[in-house]
């Protein structure tokens, strides 16, 4: 691989909870991950994808890092939620460097944000079709939300070398796991601490990203508040360590609250000509490890859910994990899976 001049690669997800670091050794004959690890951030230092406390954020990946013994210094990282803006729009066919000077112009008709105060990127999706009108996928996200994370990366003493997309790098680790997936419309559901996004794929393309304002999270407090747990007893209920008899009331409430939102994201299918709706739920994120989460998004949606598991195809090397229990912790590695692989 090109991007560091080794055949490895480091993908970094800095989420609301935890810090979580994979890397992925190329120098196989197919990708393999040499080594995982997380750890919790302090309550509050990220609410709802803000960086609260930047300092108490980079110490933290700091330390990771030199806990690890990790000397390198590049990393693949990456920007979502509601800075961030994804779009499948057509525009008149032409080659890419061509349309690459006038996407800005293109940008304009579609992103509710300053045309000036934007990152902007963009895929072809059908770069040998011969119509006049091609469909591309138009990435903006927020100069100032990128401008944050490498100032927060290079406190910590870090490199972005590529500085990806939350909804992309998961759909890439999901197709490389799940090729069987990419027929169809179906839902890749990220349930995380703060927030869930929820992808919709037609064939393996995105057709429409939305982020719900729910979390594990909301869970776990909602135990404390309600059932006077405390924040370690409902962090056990809620990973499955501990069985707690009123938990379903819970799940059923979170289910909804899901539901509801792939619903709202997927509500368009009914009108299209072609008629196909949702065909699966591939659900990861921490918050997929809930106990009887995946049972009850079935029984709300009517539709075939699975729990994604990050390394279904990707083999992993014994002695990868790093103080971490893998299958625990697996839902939520998705997204750094997804970063390291990034080629």
Known sequence: MGLFGKKSSIGLDIGSGFVKIVEVDRSGGQPEVARVAVRPLLPDAIVEGEVMDPGLVADTVRSLFEDLGIKRRDVVTAVGGHDVIIKKIEMDRMKESDAREVIRWEAEQH??????????????????????????????????????????????????????????????????????????????????????????????????????????????????????????????????????????????????????????????????????????????????????????????????????NPFERTPVRPDAAVNLNLEEAAPMLLLPLGLALRA
Do not use: C, W
């Open 111 to 308: 992103v509710p944000f300053d045309i000036k105060s934007v990152e902007l990127d963009f895929q072809i999706l059908d770069p040998h079709g011969g119509g006049l009108q091609m469909e591309a996928i138009l990435v903006a996200a927020k100069k100032e939300l990128v401008d944050n994370k490498v100032a927060l990366l290079a406190e910590a003493g870090l490199n972005p070398t590529v500085i990806d997309v939350d909804a992309f790098a998961l759909h890439n680790a999901f197709e490389h796991n799940y090729p069987e997936a990419m027929e169809g419309i179906v839902a890749l559901v990220n349930v995380g601490h703060d927030t869930t996004n929820v992808n919709l794929l037609e064939d393996g393309v995105p057709i429409l990203t939305r982020d719900i304002p729910f979390g594990s999270r909301r869970v776990r407090e909602g135990l404390q508040r309600e059932r006077g747990l405390s924040a370690d007893e409902a962090e056990d209920v809620i990973q499955g360590r501990v069985d707690f008899p009123d938990l379903h009331r819970f799940v059923e409430r979170s289910a909804e609250e899901v539901a509801v939102g792939i619903e709202r994201a997927s509500a368009f299918l009914m009108t299209r000509q072609s008629g196909e709706g949702l065909g699966a739920v591939y659900l990861s994120g921490g918050g997929a490890r809930i106990p009887g989460m995946m049972d009850a998004l079935a029984s709300r949606m009517n539709v075939e859910t699975r729990q994604v």
